[in-house]
């Protein structure tokens, strides 16, 4: 089954302790995306990965860091996670630009 | 800054009535506008999308309208039945861009009374 996964689904942490959010595409897809989303704001692009080590900035990318040393796997690291960081967050995947997103089923994090 | 203004917040309709959802972009450089349908729970999904090209793209009971000069597009849902009560997002990507950088409305709750 084509599927996007995402490990945890819910966490629940304190600021500072350093967290890693995995995500994963089973379609061969070149682009990867981290989004969060917020009552009220919608979705938000934290970053995104055009290939395997090629990444770049979305409108939030402040207090996150990815990498993408696998096509497969794009993990979302929070190297000291702070209360505004609480959010939803979704992993996605595509072919590319003008190409459908398919989501994972979200990761609930709290930051304590 | 939300480059993509989508209204209402939240809709409620009766079955079998029209659900309409609007969105509103500036920049010009969009060219790629999909919906998404999200239930609780569960991550968005691509419900349908349209490029400027066109004015109308007709899936089913979902239509996309499409204005370019006013840069609007909405999204109409016809005989609208209680399994699309869910949270509905517009979303626009620029063309020429390496990746894709798309860019989302504040969605719509979407409730249909049966």
């Known amino acids: 089954e084509a599927q996007v996964t995402q490990n945890p689904r819910y966490l629940i942490t304190v600021t500072g302790k350093k967290l890693t959010v995995t995500c994963s595409q089973n379609?061969?897809?070149?682009?990867m995306s981290w989004y969060r989303q917020d009552p009220g704001l919608g979705l938000r692009q934290i970053y995104y990965?055009?290939?395997?080590?090629?990444?770049d900035k979305g409108d939030v990318p402040e207090g996150y860091k990815v990498s993408r040393k696998e096509k497969r796997n794009f993990p979302l690291i929070l190297e000291s996670p702070s209360p505004n960081q609480t959010s939803l967050y979704f992993c996605?995947?595509?072919f590319g630009a003008g190409r459908a997103q398919y989501f994972g089923p979200g990761t609930r994090l709290t930051v304590l | 800054q939300q480059q993509v203004k989508q209204s209402p917040q939240s809709l409620i309709v009766q079955k079998g009535g029209i659900s309409i959802i609007n969105c509103a972009y500036e920049?010009?450089?969009?060219?790629?506008f999909p919906w998404y349908q999200q239930f609780p729970g569960k991550g968005p999904a691509l419900l349908i999308a349209?490029?400027?090209?066109?004015s109308e793209k007709k899936e089913g009971r979902f239509t996309i309208s499409f204005n370019k000069s006013a840069k609007q597009f909405s999204l109409h849902i016809m005989d609208s039945q209680p399994g699309d009560s869910a949270t509905y997002f517009c979303?626009?990507?620029?063309?020429?861009?390496?990746?894709?950088?798309?860019?989302f409305g504040e969605g719509t709750q979407l409730t249909v009374n049966p």
């Open positions: 996605a995947s595509s």
């Open positions: 379609m061969n897809h070149e682009y």
């Open positions: 990965s055009m290939n395997v080590e090629v990444t």
């Open positions: 920049n010009t450089a969009f060219d790629y």
């Open positions: 349209i490029r400027p090209d066109v």
């Open positions: 979303a626009a990507d620029p063309r020429g861009t390496s990746g894709s950088r798309l860019t």
